[in-house]
């Protein structure tokens, strides 16, 4: 199967590979996660195609999530919130420490690999300094995605459950 992205609806119009893998288990599910970074601000398409032998069956596409994640300046996000994740890897409990400046929302997000949220935040007593303990032990080990949404913009960072 591969995963294209494109202009206009059609396959002569998908022009960007995200994806591409011809090695499916069929007895687990796979995971993946791609990341794109428009060059312009467009419509843009994705589209599917899968490979097949004559008489297969199918592939199936599960919890197909699109983040969409609008920055109009990185060095703002970078400098107004700093994010640290200790310790990485961990044993599923880590502490996540955030300070912010000049900002009035905020919310935190820890995501596994399908998309599915397994700890969400946005209530704080103080928004400029923020040490939280996170508790994934009775999860499945594994990588996971922290991400700081402010009004200011998005920062993800990876933390690895062992």
Known sequence: MSVWLGSAKDSASMTTMLFDSTNFAFAAYDT??????????????????????N??????VDDFSLDVSTITSVSNVKNN??????????KGVFTLNVNTTDVKELEIKVMNLQGQVVFVKNSFDNISTINENVDLSNNAKGIYFVMVTSDKGVITHKVVVQ
């Open 32 to 53: 993946v996660m791609v990341t794109f970074t428009p060059s312009t601000t467009s419509s843009y398409y994705i589209g599917f195609f899968g490979y097949s032998q």
């Open 55 to 60: 008489d297969q069956f199918g592939i199936l």
């Open 81 to 90: 919130v700093a994010l640290t994740v200790y310790p990485n890897p961990n």
